[in-house]
């Protein structure tokens, strides 16, 4: 397939607007993208937090602080500062920093050695944005292994068909070699990698090499998958990886909702996909340290995160709704008044299948990029650091991104 032109990533003026199925009820005006805390559950045990305060004392004990550079030995202070700080019932300072319930279960699966490397990243992923920090790499890449959907989610740009169509220019599956040039830029700089963005990740029949190829190479590898592909093969690749989370994209506890959110989707099917998943965990993967998560989009009052948990309890040890933006339209939203920088700028870099870098995955179409990771000179770190790329970064802190399209129509902050 050709690559996607920079004359096939602009939306078509004047296209219908997609109409916004009933089910949709959620009037975002201005949110974070992520999760409310009234909106997860952690299933499993999680640590508290006397657990993480006493595991970085002991590893700065044991000389760990030594084996880090200035700047993230800082944020080691600060971050120790911060849980004294709250066991004192000190109001916070704006630097402070402790692990959420999801980031705490998730701390508890990571080995003792690893305890600074997961609290460094952790606070540059959720502070940085907050601080408007950066470095030389952004907190996390998000790795398209294909733009390719086998579902039409209601809330989904798969359902704008001049997207999704295959005649679009916007198809397609990374090759094995694309994924390895941007690994190997990346590996040893980077803490999270997820693998997904528009696409179905398990469509690319490359993916368990893929996954496979970043062992041992990142501390918080992620993919997200809707679970329709998810055979006895695929179970074990996932299982015996060093992934740190799998996410399980379920938005209801109940058949005839979830099919007519997940469009394609078989709920009979899915719960056979996972109860063979948590059978191959729990008999051939005992000490496995995955965290397994179940997200859904919270799109109206009838999705309740109470029976969300009781339905799917038994098959994660997270389950939660993920605030819903207006994806499945973006080029036809309505402009609005938001003016706060959009956290992304600061927090993660998107590598479509083609190599093409876009800033977010609100922007499916591209319209935001310059950059092409395939493009002599243009590394992840090039791209990053940019004139261009900071540019957007200005706009957005000058209260100026209602002159993006389409920023200027997005809700996300």
């Keep these: 397939m050709a690559k996607q032109g920079k004359e096939m990533a602009t939306p078509r003026r004047g296209s219908r607007p997609t109409p916004q199925s009933e089910l949709i009820t959620e009037n975002p005006t201005g949110r974070e993208k992520g999760f409310k ?13 006397a657990e993480v305060a006493k595991r970085l004392a002991d590893r700065l004990a044991a000389g760990d602080g030594h084996r880090i550079n200035p700047s993230d030995r800082t944020l080691v202070a600060t971050i120790q500062a911060s849980y004294e700080r709250k066991r004192a019932g000190v109001s916070p300072e704006v630097e402070d920093f402790t692990l959420s319930d999801h980031e705490r279960r998730e701390f508890r699966a990571v080995q003792p050695t690893d305890t600074l490397r997961y609290l460094i990243y952790r606070y540059k992923y959720q502070k940085y944005p907050e601080l408007k920090v950066i470095e030389q790499h952004p907190p996390c890449v998000q790795i398209e ?4 959907c086998n579902f039409r989610c209601i809330m989904c740009y798969q359902i704008d068909e001049t997207f999704s169509h295959k005649s679009s220019g916007f198809m397609g599956h990374m090759s094995l070699d694309l994924f390895k040039k941007v690994i190997d830029q990346i590996a040893g700089s980077v803490e999270a990698v997820t693998l997904a ?47 740190q989370t799998l996410v399980f994209s379920i938005d209801s506890a109940d058949k005839e909702q979830y ?5 394609n989707g078989n709920f009979e099917k899915i719960l056979a996909n996972l109860e063979l998943f948590q059978k191959l965990r729990e008999t051939q993967y005992p000490h496995s340290q995955l ?37 499945q339209d973006s080029y036809n939203n309505s ?4 003016t706060t920088p959009c956290t992304e700028l600061w927090r993660r870099m998107f590598v479509w299948w083609d190599g093409t870098v876009n800033p977010c995955d609100f922007d ?15 590394t992840v770190q090039d791209i990053w650091t940019s004139e261009q790329y900071d540019d957007l970064r200005k706009r957005h802190l000058s209260g100026n991104r209602g002159s993006l399209d389409p920023c200027r129509r997005c809700v996300m902050m």
Aim: net charge neutral; charged share 25%.
């Design 335 to 338: 402009v609005n008044d938001v």
């Design 145 to 148: 292994p294909t733009s390719i």
């Design 37 to 49: 805390a009234e909106n997860i559950r952690v299933i499993a045990p999680t640590a508290e937090d």
């Design 364 to 378: 499916y179409k591209s319209v935001l990029s310059h950059w092409n990771i395939t493009e002599s000179g243009q």
């Design 291 to 327: 965290v397994v998560r179940i997200s859904g989009v919270k799109l109206n009052e009838h999705q309740e995160i109470d029976r969300m948990s009781n339905q799917w309890k038994r098959f994660a040890d997270v389950v939660a709704f993920t605030n819903y933006t207006p994806w």
């Design 197 to 243: 963005s528009r696409g179905e990740p398990l469509l690319n029949l490359e993916i368990l090499e893929m996954i496979a190829y970043c062992r041992g190479k990142f501390l918080a590898l992620k993919v997200n998958t809707n679970a329709a592909l998810l055979n006895e093969r695929m179970a074990h690749g996932l299982l015996s990886s060093d992934m």
């Design 259 to 263: 099919e007519r959110i997940r469009v």
